[in-house]
């Protein structure tokens, strides 16, 4: 099963466990890994799982731990480095209009956005920067990281598996994976629009 020429099936088989746990970690610790698929990854290392290729339990454990210290780290990152990012020029890897998404997204949600920002791609990696540079409490910040970690992962993967041993790969795990990639941004596009409205009434 392809997916703009990525075959994600093969790919995460390829990888294995150490993959999976280290992009999942990537995507929410650095804030070079925006790019990477944490949700349509975490829903098809799922159903993998459910197709046996994975153990469920194992699965499921290393992903929430590589979520928990990912956000930590990227905590840590904004709060010692962060500042600088400000300053900093565009590259490749680095565009100060995703930080500045993410910031504008935390000043409008304070704490919750470390949970909510898990379902958002690009703002789920530097929600947490943002959080550190604003110096957000760390026992709150632990509290939302812990949870939105586990409903992010457990939900996806839980998802995944349960799909796994009743449809039919090839016809229907491209519609869903387009499908959660869609939901994942519509927040996003939805927080544009109401921007652009409030924009225009002033």
Known sequence: ????????VSLIKAVGYAGVFGIVFAETG?????FLPGDSLLFVAGFLAGQHFFSLPILISGL?????????LGYE????IGPKLFSREDSFLFQKNHVLKAQSFYNTH???TIMLA???PIVRTFAPIVAGVANMRYRTFLIYNILGAFVWTVGLVVLGYSLGS????????LPIILLIIFLSFLPGIIAYLRERRKGKSA
């Open 1 to 8: 099963m392809e997916f703009f020429g990525i075959d994600l």
């Open 30 to 34: 650095l804030f070079l890994g925006f």
């Open 64 to 72: 929430f731990l590589s979520a928990v210290l990912g956000n930590v």
């Open 77 to 80: 990152f904004g709060r010692r």
């Open 110 to 112: 304070g704490p919750k």
């Open 118 to 120: 898990r379902f958002m």
């Open 166 to 173: 009743v449809i039919d790969v090839d016809r229907y795990l």
